[in-house]
């Protein structure tokens, strides 16, 4: 197999802007972006010179590695990665050399600081927010998997079902529809747990005339699908469950059509915020608008009242603003889009 | 306080530490028995009388409800904790487990670097988390059970391994240790195969190793099989030969002894039957919790100790490229009378 050959030159080209003949990549999404599943977290080291792909991990990948990927050295190492890639540097007379200092350990990171080796920060996490076409490809793979395994699951919504079981549906949905694995631990919350924005599933029964809310997304080849929905379950939902709903939506809608090229996160964290707050509901915001999106559900390109930078070309983000009334009943609203020169659009 | 932090707080004690910061998602987890969702969410600061939890507002009403032995800050500036211990003068971190940055900022303060502690504290389990690691265990090894009776020829590894991860589910399993590998064939020889669209054919060698989570607890299996009836003698009698190995090295378990041991007289067991170890080509086992490959190591070069109520896998194998591999893993805990067997 062959290392995706795209992702290699843009790397490249960014370390020769920045003036570096190599970058030592750790983090376990990091490497899998390049060479796809094949480590686990924390096992393997990979070492990208302008020239040369070097690769240090554990001995036991050794033969299965050199069998999958010829054009990459590999080096086995139970014991000490880092020292070891050092030395190998020092073998191949490598001395403009970088690190990841968002991602590395402290104690690998003073390996590489007593060699010579520079800090940078996120070079290949930059590298990752912005998609190729091949990535929107799968993420919009994984979205319409999602959605659909949300609309075929929707007549187990019953009194009596549990959060657990109605989520296991959905999983299994997801996989029946090809969806390879789950982008987060879902949430399917019912009544006052739909308040609690990160509520862990547990066996609480939905019962008539409650909230409902799920959060959830599929994987396809490694790429995340993430939104989320709510509603009342029943005919009786009151009146400001009803107020906050359309209020979300509304806040979700208008950053999804008012939101433009080189905005900056804030920029648009603040149109969904300003429609809550104008509503005297602000305080119950308790979170940033959206997060970037692609191999995890989290990644670079914030759309937050802190990120001030701004959002470009294939950028991919959700944008789901919600109000939470602890002990009653919470909502939220959410889809995933990418930013383009001619504006936003959803991945659909 | 709960169980695991009052026993961190004598480690502390017997350490002479006044207080110990904590990073990692995973550590803060087994400590608090909270989990928060990113893993840049929350550092742990551990003090002899009290734990502070700095955090997002975000959580604040979760961890009031679960967690209410935590003292909540509301920030993420590590600044914040240094400054919280300014007083303090036996203050460490665990620079393994440590963010660069983080780390470096803490080293500034005063914090000495005291590697590996995090993994020794969990090392050992308390008598819940042994509970929880073995209703991983039961359900990975049920589920297996009812797979094995639903693997058909045509069916995929993809799709085979997704019917399994549906059953553990099914069983109360609560997401999974690590990525199933399921191997057909020819794909049995490599240790770390991802599950592939290879479909399954009438007689030759299955290979699935896995486990669900509980709570955030791990379990680990694997087994080999031949499909079919016309089972490769050759095959058979290298399975007998890797089951036999297996249930040797769980005898030899004991309190206190180097782990290494084990993978020794393993890969001597082996060689007494003819030379076959240059074939078992990964460390005989591993420690597993709340991470699926953490102390004790059984490996050749390892300096680890088994130590009671510690978890390990013992999981001999041997793998011929191009043909097929074996190997048979079952997940232990060291009692006072020997290893016993969860994955059951």
Known sequence: MRINSTKLKNLRNLLKRNNLEGLIVYDYTDIKYFLGEFFNDGEAVLLITLKNIIVIARSLYESPFKKKFKEALFISEDKNRPLALVEEAKKLKLKKLAFDANKEFYFAAKIYLKAGFKETSSLVSYLRTTKTEEELKLMRKATQISMTAFKNIQKYVKTGITELELKRKLEDEMTRLGGEGLSFDMRVSFGANTANPHHVCDGTKLTKNTAVLFDWGAKYQDYCADMTRSFWFGPNAPKEYTTILSLVKKAHDKAAKEAKYKMSGAQIDKISRDVIEKASYGKYFTHRTGHGIGMQDHELADISQINNEPILDNYCFSIEPGIYLEGKYGVRWEDCFYMTKKGIKQIK | ?344
């Open chain 2, 1 to 344: 306080m709960n169980e695991k932090l009052k026993q961190f707080q004598q480690l502390l004690k017997k350490e002479k530490l006044q207080a110990f910061c904590v990073l990692e998602n995973d550590t803060i987890r087994y400590l608090t028995d909270f989990f928060f969702y990113s893993p840049d969410d929350a550092y742990l600061l551990v003090t002899q009388s009290k734990v502070y939890c700095f955090t997002k507002k975000m959580y604040f009403a979760d961890v009031k409800r679960k967690a209410p032995y935590l003292t909540l800050v509301e920030s993420l500036d590590i600044k914040d904790v240094c400054k919280k211990t300014s007083k303090l003068k036996n203050k460490a971190f665990d620079p393994t487990l440590a963010p660069y940055i983080q780390g470096t900022a803490l080293f500034k303060a005063g914090f000495k670097t005291m590697p590996n502690f995090l993994e020794l504290a969990q090392e050992v389990k308390t008598e819940s988390e042994l509970k929880i690691i073995a209703k991983a265990c039961h359900i990975s090894a049920s589920a297996f059970d009812l797979f094995k009776g639903q693997l058909k020829t045509g069916m995929s590894e993809k799709e085979g391994a997704a019917l399994l991860e549906s059953i553990m589910q099914k069983l109360g399993g609560q997401g999974l240790s690590f990525e199933t590998i399921l191997a057909f064939g020819e794909n049995t020889a490599n240790p770390h195969h991802v599950s592939s669209d290879r479909k399954l054919k009438q007689n030759e060698p299955v290979l699935v190793d896995f486990g669900c989570k509980v709570k955030g607890y791990c379990s680990d299996i694997t087994r080999s099989w031949w499909f079919g009836s016309k089972v490769s003698k050759k095959w058979q009698e290298l399975y007998d030969l890797i089951k036999d190995t297996h249930d040797y090295a769980a005898t030899l378990a004991k309190d206190n002894i180097l782990a290494k041991t084990l993978d020794t007289a393993a890969r001597d067991f082996m060689d007494k039957a003819g030379s076959y170890s240059e074939a078992f080509i990964h460390s005989l086992g591993h420690g597993l919790g709340l991470k699926i490959h953490q102390k004790p190591f059984l490996s050749p070069k390892s300096l680890d100790l088994l130590k009671t109520n510690s978890v390990f896998t013992i999981e001999p194998g041997l793998y011929y490229d191009g043909k097929f591999g074996i190997r048979y893993e079952d997940t232990y805990v060291l009692t006072p009378k020997g290893a016993k067997i969860l994955t059951k």
